[in-house]
């Protein structure tokens, strides 16, 4: 039998949580609440729920940063709230940020559990590695099933760590992972802490996959100690070039 799905509501309108956990248990979800996002991170890291209701608007932290700050250390999907007018910019930044669902409220608790269900599936067909390709770029695509990456003509076999490491980075290209988020997902929560054992890795896939380690177009870092996989195409922009250069002739 399957386990029921963990939901974390992150609420601080106590009206408004209690209706949501009181709908969600009646639905067979295992709920779990917060009032605030400093609380909702700390039981995010606990249980690993598989997906996230989110409030925008909440003291000390909004939704936003507590977005950014979850999306270091999961994946799960993120569904926010919000109870003022919602602008165009304000859904375009909680998408940026790694929301999957943006809606206002009053809600509407059968449309709620609607969103729910459909980002669950979808996370579940990733879990279940129906993924079978991530691909940032046009030229780079990393086939998961046998840990290979292609990088235009090149082909490049990866160990079980280096996939799930540049996997993982590639999955949140252009989003900045702080050492402790890589450590937490790829080695578990027991190795946060141990920086070094990123950088070993980073540098070992530089080694692998860049055209010059020193100088890496691909796997870019922070000076505040955070990685990224760059989504910009260095291939396709040498074609570019390259197609651009013979209309000149």
């Given at each position: 039998?399957?386990?029921?799905?963990?939901?974390?509501?992150?609420?601080?309108d106590?009206d408004?949580?209690?209706?949501?956990?009181m709908?969600?248990?009646?639905?067979?979800y295992?709920?779990?609440?917060?009032?605030?996002?400093?609380?909702?991170?700390r039981?995010?890291?606990?249980?690993?729920?598989?997906?996230?209701?989110?409030d925008?608007?909440?003291?000390?932290?909004?939704g936003?940063?507590?977005?950014?700050r979850l999306?270091?250390?999961?994946?799960?999907p993120?569904l926010?709230?919000?109870?003022?007018?919602?602008?165009?910019?304000?859904?375009?930044?909680?998408?940026?940020?790694g929301a999957?669902?943006?809606?206002?409220?009053?809600?509407?608790?059968g449309?709620?559990?609607?969103?729910?269900?459909?980002?669950?599936?979808?996370?579940?067909?990733a879990?279940?590695?129906n993924?079978?390709?991530?691909?940032?770029?046009?030229s780079?695509?990393l086939?998961?099933?046998?840990?290979e990456?292609?990088?235009?003509?090149?082909?490049?076999?990866?160990?079980?760590?280096?996939?799930?490491?540049?996997?993982?980075l590639?999955?949140?290209?252009?989003r900045?992972?702080?050492p402790?988020?890589?450590?937490?997902r790829v080695?578990g929560p027991?190795?946060?802490?141990?920086?070094?054992?990123?950088?070993?890795?980073i540098?070992?896939?530089?080694?692998?996959?860049?055209?010059?380690p020193r100088?890496?177009?691909?796997?870019?870092?922070?000076?505040?100690?955070?990685?990224?996989?760059?989504?910009?195409d260095?291939?396709?922009?040498?074609?570019?070039q390259?197609?651009?250069?013979?209309t000149r002739?």
């Amino acid at each position: 039998m399957q386990q029921p799905w963990r939901v974390l509501v992150i609420e601080d309108d106590p009206d408004v949580l209690r209706m949501i956990l009181m709908m969600l248990t009646k639905g067979g979800y295992e709920v779990a609440s917060a009032p605030d996002a400093l609380a909702g991170l700390r039981v995010a890291y606990k249980i690993r729920p598989h997906a996230i209701i989110l409030d925008v608007m909440m003291p000390d932290m909004d939704g936003f940063e507590a977005c950014r700050r979850l999306r270091e250390m999961t994946d799960a999907p993120i569904l926010f709230l919000t109870g003022k007018a919602t602008t165009a910019e304000d859904v375009v930044k909680g998408f940026d940020l790694g929301a999957d669902e943006y809606m206002t409220k009053p809600i509407k608790f059968g449309e709620l559990l609607s969103r729910l269900r459909v980002c669950l599936r979808r996370a579940d067909a990733a879990l279940d590695g129906n993924v079978k390709y991530l691909s940032p770029t046009p030229s780079v695509i990393l086939d998961c099933a046998r840990r290979e990456l292609l990088i235009g003509e090149r082909r490049i076999y990866l160990r079980p760590k280096e996939y799930e490491v540049l996997s993982l980075l590639m999955h949140f290209a252009g989003r900045v992972l702080t050492p402790d988020a890589i450590l937490h997902r790829v080695w578990g929560p027991e190795r946060v802490g141990d920086p070094g054992l990123v950088k070993q890795y980073i540098y070992q896939l530089r080694q692998k996959i860049e055209v010059d380690p020193r100088e890496p177009d691909y796997i870019q870092s922070i000076p505040s100690g955070g990685y990224y996989f760059s989504t910009m195409d260095p291939v396709a922009l040498i074609v570019s070039q390259d197609e651009c250069a013979g209309t000149r002739h």
